[in-house]
């Protein structure tokens, strides 16, 4: 039996809930030592062969980045501005639950809901997400974009808590009676 592919929410957040901070940057995204590897984004992303993401998230990537980081997955940038091209991106207005549906229905890896705010919150209130990877790093910003604003009640089930690095990764998926 074919399995069906899954929307992961793959996100870290302030101990305070915030993605980004009021200047949207993301450089305080570590642990204790910034030295120390990454957050197993190595292997998570080996298991992914499609990004989604809406156009602020897209560019802050582009500012960061010469290369397009995701170059191996395909990337949908949700926005108004569908003339924009490049290679291995489809920039498209479509309702985020029509994509996904979709995308589902194809074979395929790991769908990764990279960001931003408005597309998560958007996928929440719609339960498109099957998995949610949260990374609580060690800081409070105190201000900056909330993770989750205003959502509905989800109930989640906890799959694994693991602590390294002063880095907390709690793994949930939805609760099957909350499943669409």
Request: negative net charge; aromatic residues 10%; hydrophobic residues 35%.
């Amino acid at each position: 039996m074919k399995q069906m592919r899954e929307v992961i929410l793959y996100v870290c957040q302030s101990l305070d809930g915030y993605i980004s901070d009021e200047a949207e940057k993301m450089d305080w995204m570590y642990g204790d030592d910034p030295t120390l590897p990454d957050l197993d984004y190595d292997t998570f992303i080996e298991n992914v062969d499609t990004v989604l993401m809406g156009k602020r998230t897209y560019d802050i990537i582009c500012q960061l980045s010469d290369e397009w980081p995701y170059a191996k997955q395909h990337t949908y940038v949700f926005t108004h501005q569908t003339n924009l091209k490049q290679e291995g991106i489809t920039f498209l207005a479509q309702p985020i639950k029509d994509v996904i549906d979709a995308l589902k229905k194809q074979e395929g890896k790991q769908i990764w809901l990279c960001g931003g705010a408005s597309l998560i919150q958007q996928c929440i209130e719609q339960d498109l997400i099957d998995a949610y990877e949260l990374f609580m790093i060690p800081v409070i910003l105190g201000k900056g974009i909330p993770l989750f604003s205003s959502c509905p009640l989800k109930r989640l089930k906890l799959r694994t808590c693991q602590a390294k690095n002063g880095i907390v990764r709690l793994s949930y998926r939805r609760h099957s009676y909350d499943a669409a």
